[in-house]
Every structure is written in structure tokens, then in C-alpha cells.
């Protein structure tokens, strides 16, 4: 997480890491209704790819937070970049997933 502020007030500084974090989370999960896409989805397009079928099946997280030494001019003090890495793990293993396998 590249952060515009301090780097020990992470936690503090503009909204609260949980808040970030469950905006996130919600934002790589399939929406649970039209209403959670309106606006941000042109209406011709019924398939989409999410990351998470839940955001409930999440089971580890790290965060790390570095200053961003290449905030645009005139971002706020609450702007964030963020470089995600995920590791996949099918719920159920078949052939068609068998790459993700984690043996």
C-alpha cells in the first residue's frame, strides 16, 4: 500500500484501515445485486470476471505500507496506490483448475 501521509499513521490518517480494507475487499468480489454496479458497468455487458465468489473465504492478509514517492500533484492526503499479490485456491480441486494447486 502506497500511501500520500506519514507511513505510522496509516491506521489513523483519513479513513480507518478496516473501512480500506472492507471497500476492497468488496470491490474483488461478485456483486450480490444489479444495484452494487449501476453506474460503473455499461449496461450491455452481462459476464464479468471477480476475483472472489465471497469475500467471506478470504483467510490471510498482510499489509505492507511504504510513502508514495509518486503521488500526483495535488492528490489528497487519503490517496493510496496499491500493488496486490494474490495467491488462488480453487474450494474444490478438478481438472479444470488443477493449475492452481498449491501441493
Known amino acids: 500500500m502506497l500511501v500520500n501521509h506519514p507511513i ?40 464479468y470476471c471477480c476475483l472472489l465468489e465471497n469475500d467471506v473465504i478470504i483467510s490471510a492478509l498482510k499489509i505492507e505500507a511504504f510513502r508514495n514517492t509518486a503521488t500526483p500533484a495535488g492528490a489528497p492526503l487519503d490517496h493510496v496506490r496499491l500493488n496486490m499479490r494474490v495467491r488462488l485456491e480453487p474450494m474444490e480441486y478438478d481438472f479444470v483448475n488443477e493449475p492452481f494447486r498449491h501441493d
Open 8 to 47: 505510522a499513521s496509516v491506521v489513523t490518517n483519513g479513513s480507518d484501515l478496516d473501512n480500506r480494507l472492507k471497500t476492497l475487499f468488496d470491490g474483488l468480489r461478485v456483486p450480490q445485486s444489479v444495484q452494487e454496479i449501476k453506474g460503473y458497468m455499461p449496461p450491455d455487458i452481462t459476464d
